[in-house]
């Protein structure tokens, strides 16, 4: 049996309050909604990590590593909608970084991985309510347990 993001999202929520725009804040041990989820698994990276050609890793990225290699389905199927996003989140509280996607965003969609990160940094969601969206678009999508299986998933024993 495997963990969907949702349910590692409720699970790593309890674990330290949120943070917005870092996975994870050594400052407060607050998390984001992926570090929240990466946590409840035992995968969240906190410190530069990794061996590379030009040093070390930095923990950002072995984190978006791990967030593709646990729940690839919800990372690279970009198939949500700026109108599945629920009503908290506009578009005008965007970054101007971030509206300048807007077109890829409306012609492309986004992973539900992408939205929850974009529910996580522009509303006062809780990660309960972001975790509530993400298993309800891996159902309206076909996205989730059932398709992790023998694709990264995590077991759970």
Known sequence: MSIPYSEAIRLGGMLAP?????????????????GAALQAIGKLHTTEVKPW??????????????MKDTWPQECLNEVVALEDLPSPFTVSALSPFDQSSMDYLNKYGM????????????????????????????KKYGIGAAEQVGQGAVAVS
């Open 111 to 138: 992973s539900i991985v992408d939205g929850s990160m974009l529910l996580n940094n522009y509303t006062d969601l809780t990660r309960e309510e972001i975790a509530d969206w993400v298993e309800m678009m891996g």
């Open 53 to 66: 050609t030009f040093g070390v890793v930095p923990a950002c990225e072995a984190n978006h590593e791990e």
């Open 18 to 34: 949120k943070a917005k725009w870092v996975f994870y804040d050594g400052r407060t041990g607050a998390m984001c909604v992926q």
